[in-house]
């Protein structure tokens, strides 16, 4: 099973999300495995503050309202008073496909135990991209998913079992309308990869873009967020241009426009398309808790010499981390506004790598038109951009050697050296556009 942060109290756990739900007691919790890049040493981090943000005065903060850092709150209470039927909360409160177990690379006789105890298997899929079998089980009635997930771990403690945890943007896109102005010169033809809701294919901004698209049984589920980040990597538009226009986007839709999209089994399985397909850097934009199955995805997609490019999310500086920026070697982007100052609400930590605009950029909006955007979610696509420019396919030291360049040339801001509020500092200040400089309705 997984662990929680330490510095998670008891009182955050018992206060998150839906008051009053009933947790039973958490589960035993193994270690989580450590992965870095091979040639990048990063410096470590002090803990996570519980005071402003470095740089930025308590006077500042006080005025700036953080109207993201609790939407995913939001999000999660109305998915588990929406859905009972097909959301769960698991021990710690955080929100599960229900009746859902991930069962990895279990004995066969292990297997057979559990089909004759009760247990009933959904489907099961091999991903030897990743070196990984998984299978999902829905536990008997009358034990429900954490007496479930014990027992399983009771019928093969070799196996991890873990619960389909569901995975949410971290951003928002408003209702301003925007357009965006000149953007830097196209890179050459290269590959980014994208994992997100689905992409407004019929949007202006990606009529010269080259997408390729997995998920949905191959239909069309356009979602204003994976719309919104895919602009900020390809799109192209009346001298509008993302971090890396000329690139080919991998786009995996992951929601497929259902609540209980987003889970970690279909994150895995996006990952593992972009194994296959060799995508040499690829973002998410998405948060949530720690998942074994999503962790050991990671870190195969690591190994490779993939870049992942994920965002730290928005609860703010003194929440605990999200997932999956915070496993190590992934690169873990916060967002800065105009003013070079971090986003109030974005987390804080040793997971913070790099920043990047993350507030009044102008993004294209499913159904057309353009949009105004806050949020980590579209910093990161900035910075896997510019990493995309870099890695023409995936390779471990090529991989480090485009980071570390990245790195090297980040605007420092906070305290000398690399921080847990800008990690190494800003890039791509010039790559994306902000809305504030756009002619609305254009």
């Known amino acids: 099973m997984r662990s929680k942060p330490r510095h998670i109290t008891a009182a955050r756990r018992a206060g998150r999300w839906l008051a009053g739900l009933a947790l039973v007691a958490v589960l035993p919790a193994q270690a989580l495995a450590q992965l870095r890049l091979p040639s990048l040493n990063l410096p470590a981090l002090p803990t996570v503050p519980s005071t402003p943000p470095l740089g930025e005065p308590l006077a500042d903060r006080l005025q700036r309202p953080a109207p993201l850092q609790a939407l995913r709150e939001r999000a999660v209470r ?203 850097v690829v973002n998410v934009s998405l948060v949530g808790p720690p998942n074994r199955l999503l962790e050991l995805a990671v870190q195969a997609l690591l190994r490779r010499g993939h870049l992942l490019v994920a965002a730290v999310g928005n609860d703010g500086p003194a929440a605990p981390p999200l997932y999956p920026a915070a496993y190590p070697g992934v690169v873990g982007v916060t967002g800065v506004t105009p003013a070079r100052r971090a986003l109030p609400e974005a987390a804080q930590g040793p997971q913070v790598m790099l920043a990047a605009p993350g507030a009044e950029l102008a993004v294209a909006r499913a159904g057309g038109g353009w949009r105004a955007a ?32 990245l790195a090297a040339g980040a605007i420092d801001l906070g305290t000398p050296g690399r921080d847990p509020v800008y990690g190494f500092g800003l890039v791509g200040e010039a790559a994306p556009t902000r809305a504030s400089a756009m002619r609305a309705g254009d």
């Open 78 to 280: 109305d998915l588990l008073l929406r859905h009972p039927d097909l959301v769960e909360a698991d021990p710690l409160g955080d929100p599960i496909r229900r009746g859902e177990l991930l069962w990895l690379s279990p004995a066969a006789a292990s297997v057979e135990q559990a089909l004759a105890d009760g247990f009933v298997l959904l489907r099961q899929d091999d991903w030897p991209e990743l070196g990984l079998r998984k299978l999902v089980l829905r536990p008997p009635r009358e034990l429900g998913s954490a007496a479930g997930a014990e027992r399983l771990r009771r019928l093969d403690a070799n196996a991890v079992v873990e619960f389909n945890h569901l995975y949410l943007p971290g951003g928002e896109v408003s209702a301003a309308p925007a357009t965006a102005a000149k953007a830097p010169p196209g890179a050459a033809p290269l590959r980014v990869g994208l994992v997100d809701g689905g992409v407004d294919r019929r949007h202006p901004a990606f009529a010269q873009a080259s997408l390729r698209a997995f998920g949905c049984g191959g239909e069309a589920h356009p979602s204003a967020h994976g719309t919104a980040v895919a602009s900020l990597l390809v799109g192209r538009e009346r001298g509008f241009a993302g971090a890396v226009p000329q690139a080919t986007l991998f786009a995996a839709d992951v929601y497929c426009e259902r609540p209980v999209g987003g889970s970690a089994e279909e994150v895995a399985a996006a990952l593992a398309w972009m194994a296959r397909e060799q995508v040499p």
């Open 374 to 405: 806050r949020g980590t979610s579209f910093a990161a696509p900035v910075v896997a951009g510019l990493l995309a420019r870099w890695l023409a396919q995936p390779d471990p030291q090529a991989a480090s050697a485009a980071l570390a360049r």
